[in-house]
């Protein structure tokens, strides 16, 4: 039987259950954390989520907000239903429902003080304050040292500024034999040498995961190193890439090992830092670990050997808000209707408490989209920077000078030096976030709370002071823009006062945004 929770009590009077129903009122609207629910947000009727060994590919935490200040926090993974006009969460453990304030900023800023305080560190500022690259949807599985260093060279020779390039999967040896492919990497040192010449920072793609034919996987096995199933032996995991062993990270032995693994890359060939792929919780469910944690708990392990690394990145997490990890939003495909969701689910990594995040590949990341000569979208590549250049980062992999006309590329080069002109303001939010928790891409109703803007998904708030209203629909040359009290001046250098909708020309060569003028 529920437990009812008529009314969430106030600051210093906490109500726990391990199962509440609270009752879903007009006035008030709720998000949960999961970051890949972010276009279902708030909560409707016919909602749920199960985060029980489960973060839906992206990032979560155990945590709901309401814009009349409530929180609720788990330090479990638990169950949420919206029916029957009420929102229900059911767990294992205490549930602890509060309420601070009278808006989402008031939950989400005692959300975060009391349940995931900020460390006061943010990763590597070169993730915001250029653009990023990833070879990823260029070189796909033929990642080699020749064509990193064409793929490096023709971002400068472009014109495109320096900054962090990920060199992605398949570098490697092997899953768990972290050391380069001697036939696609002949020189790697002189390869990175070269690329930090160039003036880029250099990130290797990593996983959890160990190749069950790879010699290493033997040593790991030996040394009771690998999660093991019921039988005693290690545990086979099927994952996008096949069928792989996993790292038992609640094991100080296989964390050493593989942060030895990781160092080494660091000391010997002058590696940045790693984008740490893999790790979610689905991986781990029915498997046998040296310390008992719940699948999800092992995801935050691995979020855990990021913070040796300044320069990171990570796809999956569970209750790492706070920490100074770069989070990206999971693999979109190269379509319209993915790209709709990117404001709104990065608006949702900042309510989930992770501030520091970037948008996909831009054009996206799922590179099946981009098999077998299926024809690029020019325009929806141009909108995709756009929608990225003001998020708090920007990330390329396809070369934008070979999937662009000239006319599409001058449009794309065009968000890039208006990122570069916003680049102190970017920096500055990553560091005031690394201290407060508040996310450096906002929601309306975040920073302008209770004038109906709880709906709205398709532009947001770089800070407090700067209105990005991206065009996110296939041939549109105008869009309504909501523009939230106070004067506002277009980027067109006129000024409008809001509260009030207006609509804007905005052909295929301009991002609609909005400074403050007051």
Same mark, same amino acid.
């Given at each position: 039987?529920?437990?009812?929770?008529?009314?969430?009590?106030?600051?210093?009077?906490?109500?726990?259950?391990?199962?509440?129903?609270?009752?879903?009122?007009?006035?008030?609207?709720?998000?949960?954390?999961?970051?890949?629910?972010?276009?279902?947000?708030?909560?409707?009727?016919?909602?749920?989520?199960?985060?029980?060994?489960?973060?839906?590919?992206?990032?979560?935490?155990?945590?709901?907000?309401?814009?009349?200040?409530?929180?609720?926090?788990?330090?479990?993974?638990?169950?949420?239903?919206?029916?029957?006009?009420?929102?229900?969460?059911?767990?294992?453990?205490?549930?602890?429902?509060?309420?601070?304030?009278?808006?989402?900023?008031?939950?989400?800023?005692?959300?975060?003080?009391?349940?995931?305080?900020?460390?006061?560190?943010?990763?590597?500022?070169?993730?915001?304050?250029?653009?990023?690259?990833?070879?990823?949807?260029?070189?796909?599985?033929?990642?080699?040292?020749?064509?990193?260093?064409?793929?490096?060279?023709?971002?400068?020779?472009?014109?495109?500024?320096?900054?962090?390039?990920?060199?992605?999967?398949?570098?490697?040896?092997?899953?768990?034999?972290?050391?380069?492919?001697?036939?696609?990497?002949?020189?790697?040192?002189?390869?990175?040498?070269?690329?930090?010449?160039?003036?880029?920072?250099?990130?290797?793609?990593?996983?959890?995961?160990?190749?069950?034919?790879?010699?290493?996987?033997?040593?790991?096995?030996?040394?009771?190193?690998?999660?093991?199933?019921?039988?005693?032996?290690?545990?086979?995991?099927? @994952?996008?890439? $096949?069928?792989?062993? !996993?790292?038992?990270?609640?094991? /100080?032995? +296989?964390?050493? =090992?593989?942060?030895?693994? *990781?160092?080494?890359?660091?000391?010997?060939?002058?590696?940045?830092?790693?984008?740490?792929?893999?790790?979610?919780?689905?991986?781990?469910?029915?498997?046998?670990?040296?310390?008992?944690?719940?699948?999800?708990?092992?995801?935050?392990?691995?979020?855990?050997?990021?913070?040796?690394?300044?320069?990171?990145?990570?796809?999956?997490? @569970?209750?790492? $808000?706070?920490?100074? !990890?770069?989070?990206?939003?999971? /693999?979109? +495909?190269?379509? =319209?209707?993915?790209?709709? *969701?990117?404001?709104?689910?990065?608006?949702?990594?900042?309510?989930?408490?992770?501030?520091?995040?970037?948008?996909?590949?831009?054009?996206?990341?799922?590179?099946?989209?981009?098999?077998?000569?299926?024809?690029?979208?020019?325009?929806?590549?141009?909108?995709?920077?756009?929608?990225?250049?003001?998020?708090?980062?920007?990330?390329?992999?396809?070369?934008?000078?070979?999937? !662009?006309?000239?006319?599409?590329?001058?449009?794309?080069?065009?968000?890039?030096?208006?990122?570069?002109?916003?680049?102190?303001?970017?920096?500055?939010?990553?560091?005031?976030?690394?201290?407060?928790?508040?996310?450096?891409?906002?929601?309306?109703?975040?920073?302008?709370?209770?004038?109906?803007?709880?709906?709205?998904?398709?532009?947001?708030?770089?800070?407090?002071?700067?209105?990005?209203?991206?065009?996110?629909?296939?041939?549109?040359?105008?869009?309504?823009?909501?523009?939230?009290?106070?004067?506002?001046?277009?980027?067109?250098?006129?000024?409008?006062?809001?509260?009030?909708?207006?609509?804007?020309?905005?052909?295929?060569?301009?991002?609609?945004?909005?400074?403050?003028?007051?």
């Amino acid at each position: 039987m529920l437990a009812p929770l008529a009314l969430i009590p106030a600051l210093g009077g906490a109500q726990q259950a391990t199962h509440l129903v609270i009752p879903l009122a007009p006035d008030t609207a709720w998000w949960s954390a999961v970051v890949v629910h972010g276009h279902r947000m708030p909560i409707r009727e016919g909602y749920t989520a199960d985060l029980r060994a489960n973060t839906y590919g992206n990032q979560a935490q155990p945590l709901l907000l309401s814009n009349r200040g409530h929180v609720v926090w788990s330090d479990v993974a638990f169950t949420i239903s919206a029916t029957g006009g009420a929102l229900r969460i059911e767990g294992t453990a205490p549930i602890e429902a509060t309420r601070a304030g009278s808006t989402l900023r008031d939950a989400y800023l005692l959300a975060s003080r009391r349940f995931f305080p900020f460390a006061g560190r943010m990763p590597d500022s070169l993730l915001f304050a250029a653009p990023q690259y990833n070879t990823w949807i260029e070189l796909m599985y033929d990642q080699n040292q020749v064509d990193v260093l064409k793929y490096a060279r023709g971002i400068r020779g472009h014109g495109l500024p320096p900054g962090v390039l990920m060199i992605d999967d398949n570098w490697q040896e092997d899953y768990g034999r972290w050391r380069f492919h001697p036939g696609r990497f002949r020189e790697p040192k002189a390869m990175v040498d070269s690329l930090h010449a160039m003036g880029f920072k250099v990130m290797l793609w990593v996983c959890p995961f160990v190749s069950p034919d790879a010699d290493v996987y033997r040593e790991l096995r030996r040394e009771r190193l690998l999660l093991r199933d019921s039988s005693g032996e290690p545990a086979i995991v099927r @994952w996008w890439n $096949g069928a792989s062993a !996993l790292l038992d990270l609640t094991n /100080d032995g +296989a964390r050493a =090992w593989f942060t030895g693994q *990781l160092d080494s890359l660091v000391h010997v060939y002058g590696v940045d830092g790693f984008k740490f792929d893999a790790g979610d919780a689905e991986f781990y469910r029915n498997t046998v670990a040296s310390r008992s944690v719940s699948p999800n708990d092992h995801s935050a392990l691995y979020g855990a050997v990021g913070l040796r690394y300044p320069l990171n990145e990570y796809r999956a997490m @569970w209750r790492t $808000g706070g920490q100074p !990890l770069a989070e990206r939003l999971r /693999d979109k +495909a190269h379509s =319209w209707s993915d790209l709709a *969701l990117v404001v709104p689910h990065i608006l949702a990594e900042g309510l989930a408490g992770y501030p520091f995040t970037a948008p996909d590949m831009i054009g996206g990341g799922e590179f099946t989209s981009f098999l077998d000569g299926k024809t690029i979208d020019q325009e929806l590549v141009v909108r995709w920077a756009q929608a990225s250049a003001l998020m708090p980062m920007m990330q390329f992999s396809a070369a934008p000078w070979r999937v !662009l006309d000239a006319s599409h590329l001058e449009s794309v080069m065009a968000v890039v030096r208006l990122r570069d002109h916003f680049r102190p303001y970017i920096l500055s939010l990553a560091r005031g976030a690394a201290s407060t928790g508040e996310p450096i891409a906002r929601a309306m109703e975040y920073a302008f709370p209770h004038r109906g803007y709880a709906e709205v998904r398709d532009q947001f708030l770089l800070g407090d002071r700067v209105l990005v209203a991206p065009v996110l629909a296939k041939g549109a040359t105008r869009r309504s823009v909501l523009v939230p009290p106070g004067r506002w001046r277009a980027w067109t250098g006129s000024t409008v006062r809001g509260p009030r909708r207006i609509d804007v020309d905005a052909p295929l060569g301009v991002l609609p945004y909005f400074e403050r003028a007051d």
